[in-house]
């Protein structure tokens, strides 16, 4: 019998993060203020994020050590196993060589601990006593819960309304590990009553909820925010995830011809690709890139690459990313990991510079892939990767019509076992896909600041 589990041991945890800012083909554009429109310096950002993060987020070395209490903690489930899919391809009839790395062996159940444990660990180390923090589809907010009591600290975490209706229990995930959260907007912060007051059944988004906890960490002197994506520090600390995968397929003698993620701020997608990204950077593998988004907030395949805000209200620095306009707030698809209206500064170069390409596929077609990868594969994934199995499953198909045999890595970046309310509403035909919103997009377009 074929090998199908492929695991490396726990002294192959990487000792260090792979930051990609010093082998970028042209640099990183600068971070501007929102008020001055210059550039912001590491000052600008330390009342909510602490030291040891901001250095990160500006740091030119190629290599960051990983500290040795945050790789004690990643030991409860890293190395994370990468699998052959023998049983997907013979469901396809493909000649294509499927794997994925699966990521929901984590306490969490996501990528998201990777960056939650070091965000954690930095700021006890400078003596925070409270995160404040937002959450989609309360993935990130389970990873900070769940590290925040792993370093003593608390945690406060606004989630976007509609999830917070659809996964009750990944709420009481967080509550167990002692956090206290809020459906967002919430009545807790000026950003929140604010939008309550115009729209009092607005169903939240990722942007709304940042405006809401960074607010939370500005106004209290013991508290710092802490964000789940999107920033260079995040998809640094998430290269643990290519690394891995790296040095298992040279351990078999293999590469991938195509790596494939999905992409909500891109963190997940930046860890398993940038390592990659690194040697066919340098000429040494000749491997595509593939970032998955949803037709609903597609931002890399319909947006605008320019300066915009991250948050909603227009509280955070602009940075230069593909974005629909920070005002958007993408309709209530069940990936909600992936209602962002903005993409990672890091994936838009690359993206920009045609180095990673992007595809948007709609949720119903993205729900047939799943349904298809459980059957086979047993493990139920989340609705966000669920986007990178679609692709990757029609990149199989394209396999089996022209006769290639391609390798290609997938990143199940997490697992669907609080999705049940999505899967059901697609088992009993209720589940719709949403039109491209052109009105919307161009509206909120219009609020994207001029520089
Ligand atoms: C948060 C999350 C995403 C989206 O965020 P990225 O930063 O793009 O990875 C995707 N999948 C899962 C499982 C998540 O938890």
Redesign the pocket.
């Known amino acids: 019998m074929a090998q199908t589990k492929f695991v490396l041991e726990e002294k192959d945890i990487p000792q260090a993060w792979y930051n990609i800012i010093p082998d970028l083909p042209v640099p990183l554009p600068p971070v501007m203020h929102p008020g001055t429109k210059q550039p912001i310096g590491p000052g600008d950002l330390a009342p909510i994020f602490p030291t040891g993060l901001i250095m990160q987020e500006v740091s030119g070395e190629r290599y960051v050590e990983i500290p040795e209490e945050v790789r004690e903690v990643y030991k409860l489930w890293r190395p994370t196993p990468l699998y052959r899919a023998y049983r997907l391809e013979k469901a396809l009839d493909t000649p294509a060589r499927i794997y994925y790395k699966y990521e929901g062996v984590s306490p969490a159940g ?3 601990p990777n960056t939650a444990v070091a965000q954690a660990y930095y700021n006890r180390q400078e003596g925070v006593k409270r995160l404040a923090t937002e959450t ?2 309360g ?2 907010g389970s990873a900070l819960s769940f590290a925040c009591k792993q370093f003593g600290l608390e945690c406060k975490v606004y989630m976007v309304k509609v999830s917070y209706q659809q996964k009750p229990y990944r709420r009481s995930m967080m509550e167990t590990w002692g956090a206290s959260v809020v459906a967002s907007p919430s009545p807790d912060t000026n950003a929140g009553r604010g939008i309550l007051a115009e729209f009092p059944n607005s169903p939240g988004s990722l942007g709304i909820a940042i405006s809401e906890a960074v607010e939370d960490a500005v106004s209290r002197p013991d508290t710092k925010y802490s964000l ?3 920033l260079n520090h995040v998809l640094m600390h998430q290269t643990v995830i290519g690394q891995e995968c790296k040095a298992m397929f040279e351990k078999m003698g293999e590469s991938p011809d195509m790596v494939i993620g ?8 930046g860890g398993i690709a940038f390592p990659f990204v690194k040697d066919k950077l340098e000429g040494k593998l000749d491997v595509q890139l593939i970032a998955v988004e949803p037709e609903a907030a597609p931002s890399i395949t319909r947006g605008v690459y320019t300066y915009d805000f991250g948050d909603t209200v227009g509280l955070t620095p602009l940075v230069k990313m593909f974005t629909l306009g920070h005002t958007f707030v993408p309709p209530s698809i069940h990936a909600g ?2 209602r962002y209206h903005g993409m990672a500064p890091l994936i838009s170069l690359l993206c920009e510079q045609g180095i990673i390409e992007a595809r948007a596929v709609h949720q119903t077609a993205v729900f047939e892939a799943a349904l298809l990868f459980a059957q086979a594969e047993g493990i139920i994934p ?1 609705p ?2 669920s986007h990178a199995i679609k692709v990757a499953i029609d990149e199989a198909i394209k396999c089996r019509e022209s006769g290639q045999t391609k390798t290609i890595l997938f990143n199940l ?2 697992h669907g076992y609080f999705d049940m309310a999505a899967y059901d509403a697609y088992l009993s035909g209720r589940l719709e896909d949403y039109a491209y919103p052109k009105e919307e997009i161009e509206a909120a377009m219009r609020s994207i600041p001029q520089l």
């Not at 999905?262 to 997608?269: I, P, R």
């Open positions: 996501s990528h998201k989609g589809a993935q990130w789940g994506s999107v999905c992409v909500g701020g891109g963190s997940s997608f990991g992936l989340a966000e990767p970046c997490g």
